[in-house]
T-cell receptor, first 114, second 110 residues
Framework: EAEVAQSPRYKITEKSQAVAFWCDPI?????LYWYRQILGQGPELLVQ????????DSQLPKDRFSAERLKGVDSTLKIQPAELGDSAMYLC????????????FGPGTRLTVT | SQQGEEDPQALSIQEGENATMNCSYK?????LQWYRQNSGRGLVHLIL?????REKHSGRLRVTLDTSKKSSSLLITASRAADTASYFC??????????FGKGTRLLVKP
């Protein structure tokens, strides 16, 4: 069964350093989502792509976060510089085309900023 | 901003009992989805119910939707220890994005 791949699974970084996460969605899925999840809370959408275009990045802290999906396939989320408050689980999900379809989630990247 | 709000925040039951959790939302939706998350892992889709549907079943899961009350419920029958997880409802936010609630943490004791 096809799965969403994410790497790394765990990342420990010092504050002010740069960090990057990678996501490979299920083949054929046009929509890709990046979420941040703080322990004990629900996922919060950071950015949503439709193919290579950003559909929603209203909750993305653009002074330090950036995301790209250059060829409309895999995607990279970057944080520079990392802050202590960025410690969280970063989840990637994909769906066929938008919110009318179920989302398939990857295993996530757990980020710890020290 | 929170669109879906689950209730209760935590639920503890014995194996074999039924578990019911609720989700309330604020604005009109096209569909509502329920997801499960086992500890420290990614989310798994359980059920999608569309706004013109009132009830949907999948195995031991039953979801209802009341658009007049802007609420949904997820019923897990004959619960098992493996059902221990957090359960989230997800609804559409403004535009085409999803908003997840804070979740209900279910503990099924053997």
């Amino acid at each position: 069964e096809a799965e969403v791949a994410q790497s790394p699974r765990y990342k420990i970084t010092e504050k002010s350093q740069a960090v990057a996460f990678w996501c490979d969605p299920i083949s054929g899925h046009a929509t890709l989502y990046w979420y941040r999840q703080i322990l004990g809370q629900g996922p919060e959408l950071l950015v949503q792509f439709q193919d290579e275009s950003v559909v929603d990045d209203s909750q993305l802290p653009k002074d330090r976060f950036s995301a790209e999906r250059l060829k409309g396939v895999d995607s990279t989320l970057k944080i520079q510089p990392a802050e202590l408050g960025d410690s969280a689980m970063y989840l990637c999900a994909s769906s066929l085309a938008g919110v009318v379809y179920e989302q398939y989630f990857g295993p996530g990247t757990r980020l710890t900023v020290t | 901003s929170q669109q879906g709000e689950e209730d209760p925040q935590a639920l503890s039951i014995q194996e074999g009992e039924n578990a019911t959790m609720n989700c309330s939302y604020k604005t009109s939706i096209n569909n509502l989805q329920w997801y499960r998350q086992n500890s420290g892992r990614g989310l798994v889709h359980l059920i999608l119910i569309r706004s013109n549907e009132r009830e949907k079943h999948s195995g031991r899961l039953r979801v209802t939707l009341d658009t007049s009350k802007k609420s949904s419920s997820l019923l897990i029958t004959a619960s098992r220890a493996a059902d221990t997880a957090s359960y989230f409802c997800a609804t559409e936010g403004q535009g085409f994005s999803f908003i997840f609630g804070k979740g209900t943490r279910l503990l099924v004791k053997p």
